[in-house]
């Protein structure tokens, strides 16, 4: 078992003991070096680019939560759905798991 934030439970394979990181800043350093960290950068700069500090983005999204409201919840409330809705759909999804596998729930049932 390996992990990297138990440097008890850590063993490096025979002949790699020198080569592998001991710490976890040494781990951080090995990381900030590497090729992932390149690539981890380079598609949070992207992501960054794309949607941080995007007003258009952000009226979309809005105008896309209010699409979404249902007509009986208040527009103000930070829930599409009310809480009877949300119980009438569960219910209908349990019916329809009970009717998909009949001979499951009547074995369970005894």
């Known amino acids: ?16 003991e020198q080569r592998v990181p001991r710490t976890a800043a040494e781990f951080a350093e090995r990381f900030a070096a590497s090729e992932a960290a390149d ?7 992207s992501y960054c ?7 258009q983005r952000a009226l979309a999204y809005k105008q896309s939560v209010q699409a979404e409201h249902a007509s009986t919840q208040s ?4 829930y599409t759905v009310s809480v009877f ?3 009438r759909a569960v219910a209908l999804r ?3 798991i009970i009717k998909g596998s009949i001979a499951n729930t009547v074995v369970n049932i005894m």
């Open 49 to 55: 680019m794309e949607f941080v500090g995007q007003p």
């Open 39 to 45: 690539e981890n950068r380079a598609d949070m700069d």
């Open 94 to 96: 349990r019916i329809q």
């Open 75 to 78: 527009k103000r409330s930070a």
């Open 1 to 16: 078992m390996f992990s990297v934030t138990d440097p008890l439970s850590r063993s490096a394979r025979p002949g790699y």
């Open 85 to 87: 809705m949300q119980a």
